[in-house]
């Protein structure tokens, strides 16, 4: 069982930026000027530097492992699912692996609008690596699982955004390489087709022992799904080990998050051009000080700062909470504001909300901050893991846990009323 | 089946691989096919009106420029060169065209990547074909039934389509970095047709007052040999043949095909780096 599948070894990737010494143009005469002084002395106006988006990676994979890739945003991850996939090569360093590799780093890869969803099938599965062979085989299958079969013969670009990702995945889902590589291609589809996705993924893997790499924001779905991690932080690899365990590091160090974030328009992580921007974060206690660490038995504050750019936006701003599991513990969003129901002034805003105390578990919490428009669904921004924080119980006798100062599971830990009588 | 990624420039053509992916060969094939024409009024009409109304401009023209044939012979020998003409330009074009408008599945998944450019020669060929049926249907009202040197036909098509292709992979290679090819392809592909013969015959421009070194350069145009092979397998009479221009140009397109493969092997692991 514990053979190797994939070794990586010593690998970097280096990455040559070159920048405009003065990227500000203020005018379009400047831009086009500083564009023909460009033409005619490139070299001198140029800066170039070099990036390294991963630097001496170095792990061994079993047959039948299933990895979560995990860090932050610009860490390395994709670098490293294109460079396993062979899309692109390593500046240094060498990979080898054992069996057919398949890599979905997009649904649809080289689908095209104007041919029908049967013909796609087929385009779309020859370009993930199966044979016409195995596509005739699966055929039945695929168009059953996406669901689609009235419009097998529509050209997809007809099809609904929703149609057009279950055909994609439903192909994707009947691959059967020894090696899958996965990359967020989960994060879009509706949440009921997501989960048939994995479920079929984790079959994959448990029945057929196939390997599979999996990038994911979603700590909760890596942990459901892997057995292994691989935390990357700027490049390099700071934790591999059991899944459970390289997540705590992520959620618990600086490189997942702290109680308090803020966001600057240059964050390549944050979503520019939208309409309403996240500013900050910050989990507090009942004086506005922000902590690590929580009281149990103490109320929770979580105040958000965000500004809203445009006029006549309607929408209101909730959170999520999951906890080390990866669990959703519960998620809360505004229903008493009336901000929630009337079009806003563009301006900067803030909404604190309150756990009451005695209600989380001890343990790692991390939030998550949205803002929705309720009637619609429509997102407007939502950071999955924005802060995090610890809840500790003191043990002074005054929380559910009273005098017992043992194990304690439980996702909530409410502090119930008791009455006991003699009968 | 093991597989080895190293940092290591070169790549190699691997038969067993370039077998396992057929299927996307044909796919790749097809869905040019298939989408050519898509959401055009006219649809497939497009193959059969392009070259007529080229035949009939260029036949015409030609005419003009050149009276040292009698109107018919001249119009049915341009009408051919035209149509051959169209699916050699056309090859160049759409394999130099072929890795950029991929990009989006160059950067998403591992193929062999010389199976952009070679699917995109089907559908020039289908092209041809209809076309091809246009200038039989006019050779046969015009001079009756072909002789058999149309047996050297499909040796003519391959021999132009390998030269053709070797230009355009090239060309494919370096628009990866440079989208100037986009630009400079066109106008390169005029000039090509002015000297190749195809408007205007060799036997035309060998007669002209130029300087030598220019016909020199004019004969060593691989497309000429190969233009005038086309004639010859229709019409039975070689314009110009001459022995050594006839090896350069088999020397220069095997070239041109080893360098423009090198030259693509070279850069294809960078492709997505660049795109």
Do not use: C
């Given at each position: 069982m514990s053979e190797i599948a994939i070794s990586v070894s010593d690998v970097s990737k280096k990455y040559i930026i070159s920048h405009q010494q003065?990227?500000?143009?203020?005018?379009l005469i400047e831009a086009f000027a500083g564009g023909v002084r460009g033409l005619f002395s490139a070299r001198q106006k140029q800066n170039k530097e070099d990036f390294w988006?991963?630097?001496e990676i170095t792990f061994e994979i079993n047959k039948g492992d299933r990895i979560g890739i995990i860090g932050r945003n610009g860490a390395g991850k994709s670098t490293l699912l294109k460079i396993l996939s062979r899309i692109v090569k390593p500046t240094t360093g060498r990979i080898e692996f054992e069996g057919r590799v398949a890599s979905l780093?997009?649904?649809?890869?080289?689908?095209?609008?104007?041919?029908t969803g049967r013909e796609n099938i087929y385009l779309n599965g020859s370009i993930l690596g199966m044979t016409k062979r195995e596509i005739d085989a699966k055929f039945d299958e695929i168009v059953a699982f996406s669901e689609i079969e009235t419009f097998l013969?529509?050209?997809?670009?007809?099809?609904s955004s929703g149609m057009y990702v279950r055909l994609a995945f439903a192909v994707a889902a009947h691959l059967e390489p020894e090696i899958l590589i996965v990359d967020?291609?989960?994060?879009?589809?509706?949440s009921a087709f997501q989960k048939k996705c994995l479920g079929k993924m984790e079959d994959a893997s448990q029945k057929d022992g196939k390997t599979i790499l999996f990038v994911s924001h979603s700590i909760e779905t890596v942990l459901r799904l892997c057995n292994k991690g691989i935390l990357l932080e700027k490049g390099r690899m700071k934790a591999f080990g059991p899944m459970n365990e390289v997540a705590k590091v992520y959620l618990s160090t600086n490189t997942g998050f702290s109680s308090k974030r803020t966001w600057e328009?240059?964050?390549?992580?944050h979503r520019h051009n939208k309409a309403v921007q996240l500013i900050s974060v910050v989990v507090h206690d009942e004086d506005a000080v922000n902590r690590e660490e929580f009281d149990i038995t103490k109320p929770i504050g979580i105040t958000t700062e965000y500004e809203v750019m445009d006029d006549n936006l309607i929408f209101t701003h909730s959170y999520n909470f999951h906890n080390e599991e990866g669990l959703n513990i519960f998620n809360t969003h505004?229903?008493?504001?009336?901000?929630?129901k009337k079009p806003r002034e563009k301006g900067i805003y803030r909404a604190t909300m309150w756990i009451e105390p005695n209600l989380l578990a001890e343990g790692l919490v991390t939030v998550g901050v949205a803002a929705i428009r309720?009637?619609?669904?429509?997102?407007?921004?939502?950071?999955?893991?924005?802060v995090s924080f610890t809840v500790r119980d003191?043990?002074?006798?005054?929380?559910?846990?009273g005098e017992y100062t043992l194990g304690f599971p439980g996702i909530v830990r409410p502090l119930c009323k008791w009455q006991t009588i003699k009968l | 089946m093991k597989t080895v990624i190293t940092s290591e420039d070169r790549s190699f053509i691997d038969i067993r691989e370039l077998k396992r992916y057929l299927g996307l060969f044909k796919y790749l094939s097809l869905r040019d096919v298939f989408v050519?024409?898509?959401?055009?009024?006219?649809g497939f009409g497009w193959s059969i009106i392009r070259p007529l109304i080229n035949i009939v401009i260029f036949g015409l023209l030609s005419y003009l420029v050149d009276k040292s044939q009698n109107f018919q012979d001249r119009f049915v020998i341009v009408s051919g060169g035209v149509v051959f003409w169209q699916l050699l330009s056309t090859a160049i074009l759409d394999v130099s065209n072929s890795l950029t408008s991929n990009s989006n599945i160059l950067t998403k998944v591992y193929f062999p990547k010389l199976l952009l450019p070679a699917s995109s020669i089907l559908v020039c060929l289908i092209d041809f074909l209809i076309a091809f049926v246009i200038f039989l249907i006019l050779y046969f009202v015009f001079k009756g039934l072909p002789t058999?040197?149309?047996?050297l036909l499909p040796l003519v098509l391959v021999y132009g389509l390998i030269f053709s292709f070797a230009i355009g992979l090239v060309f494919a290679t370096a628009s990866v970095k440079f989208r100037d090819i986009k630009f400079i392809l066109p106008f390169l592909i005029q000039i090509l047709f002015y000297a190749?013969?195809?408007?205007?015959?060799s036997e035309f421009v060998l007669k002209q007052n130029l300087p030598q070194f220019l016909k020199v350069i004019y004969q060593l145009n691989p497309f000429v040999f190969i233009l005038n092979a086309f004639k010859f397998s229709l019409f039975g009479t070689f314009e110009n043949f001459d022995p050594f221009y006839a090896c350069s140009s088999v020397l220069i397109t095997v070239l041109a095909l080893v360098f423009s493969v090198k030259y693509f092997l070279n850069f294809e692991k960078s492709f997505a780096d660049y795109i």
């Open positions: 003065d990227n500000k143009a203020d005018s988006a991963l630097t780093l997009e649904v649809g890869t080289g689908f095209h609008g104007d041919l013969d529509t050209p997809v670009k007809k099809y967020e291609v989960l994060a879009v589809g509706d328009r240059k964050d390549p992580g505004d229903t008493v504001s009336d901000y929630r309720i009637q619609t669904n429509e997102l407007y921004f939502h950071e999955l893991s924005a003191y043990m002074k006798g005054n929380s559910a846990r | 050519r024409y898509k959401q055009t009024w006219l058999l040197h149309i047996l190749s013969p195809v408007f205007l015959s």
